[in-house]
Nanobody, 124 residues
Framework: VQLQASGGGLVQAGGSLRLSCASATGRAFGNYAMGWFRQTPGKEREFVAAVSWSGGRTNYAESAKGRFTISRDNAKKTVLLQMNSLKPDDTAVYYC?????????????????WGQGTQVTVSS
């Protein structure tokens, strides 16, 4: 599975960004749970959000609840992360990941495939 994340950029605190992750896979995209993680220098990669195969179930980190929304379009093989009310603490490289099991995992090793990351910078 090849994943390509995009949509990062520089935004002021309180602003919004929408990240997108496009997939190229021989297996049906709907057979992967999808997740977003983020990482800052010197820190572990941390879970942000996950969505089930069908899109019917989601899971969010506490820091993302109420501000971020994960969604997917299986026909377009894309998963989105809408981020609102952004804070400087949200500054990180954001990665999308795919899990062939429908687990909504929060651990990095729950996911078998990773995209290259997109930088999000929130200025105060």
């Amino acid at each position: 599975v090849q994943l390509q994340a995009s949509g990062g950029g520089l935004v002021q605190a309180g602003g919004s960004l929408r990240l997108s992750c496009a997939s190229a896979t021989g297996r049906a995209f709907g057979n992967y749970a999808m997740g977003w993680f983020r990482q800052t220098p010197g820190k572990e990669r941390e879970f942000v959000a996950a969505v089930s195969w069908s899109g019917g179930r989601t899971n969010y980190a506490e820091s993302a609840k109420g501000r971020f929304t994960i969604s997917r379009d299986n026909a377009k093989k894309t998963v989105l992360l809408q981020m609102n009310s952004l804070k400087p603490d949200d500054t990180a490289v954001y990665y999308c990941a795919a899990d062939p099991r429908d687990r909504l995992g929060v651990r990095r090793f729950d996911y078998a495939y990773w995209g290259q990351g997109t930088q999000v910078t929130v200025s105060s």
